[in-house]
């Protein structure tokens, strides 16, 4: 394997296209708010998250002010600068560093509760990336991935869309991403329960919705059951 393994392998979000995506995934922040929910349901108040390709930082920021203790991991430098700045600007204390999913530089059972949001599919090491999130977790820690999934309808999409409140040429552009490129990449339940199974994790449960799913996980120990959905 290269020493320089990259754990992205979509579009390269630097420059002109990070801040393009910025702008556009800001102009609705309700997933964000209910990815926050979603996550606050299963990790401990006040704990540690670990964000993996956070992104802009939108998610990072509505979990900060649940009174998160959040980091973000990002392998785009330009979304680790964007999301600073964002941080910076709100006020909030989060700490977001460039890095490789697949080779987190993070010690041992650092975190309380891990997720990954609209990212899983670009990893070129999704079971590597899995086994990152269980070594970094706490014992009795969960995690939550959560992205498109291959069965999403068009209809679904569609609705998706046409939440984001898109300009007309954003919107049909967003459209033709999703048709194109984003569900060819995406998984299905079958892949995603088959890299849980070979995963330090060893099984998962998913809860799929709308165009996405919830893959859930959690590492053994702490005295801790997953929550049935």
């Not at 990070?18 to 108040?45: H, I, M, Q």
């Amino acid at each position: 394997m290269p020493s320089e393994h990259k754990a992205y392998k979509g579009l390269a979000m630097e420059g002109i296209i990070a801040t393009w995506y910025a702008k556009n995934t800001g102009r609705n922040l309700r997933r964000f708010r209910d990815a926050a929910e979603a996550v606050s349901a299963r990790a401990p108040k006040g704990g540690k998250v670990l964000e993996v390709a956070p992104g802009p930082g939108f998610l990072a920021l509505e979990l900060a002010q649940r009174g998160y203790r959040v980091t973000g991991l990002d392998i785009s430098r330009s979304f680790v600068r964007i999301a600073r700045e964002s941080a910076a600007r709100a006020g909030a204390s989060i700490d977001f560093q460039q890095g490789d999913a697949a080779h987190m530089p993070f010690e041992d059972a650092s975190f309380d509760f891990a997720v990954c949001m609209a990212a899983f599919k670009n990893f070129t090491d999704p079971v590597g990336a899995l086994d990152e999130i269980h070594r970094v977790l706490k014992p009795g820690g969960a995690a939550a991935i959560l992205d498109l999934r291959r069965e999403a309808p068009l209809g679904a999409i569609e609705d998706e869309v046409r939440g984001m409140e898109l300009s007309r040429v954003d919107a049909a552009l967003t459209r033709w991403t999703f048709r194109f490129m984003l569900l060819k990449r995406a998984y299905s339940r079958v892949d995603l329960e088959q890299m849980a199974n070979r995963s330090r994790f060893g099984s998962c449960q998913i809860v799929p919705g709308g165009v996405g799913f919830e893959m859930r996980l959690r590492k053994a120990g702490g005295g801790l059951e997953e929550p049935r959905a």
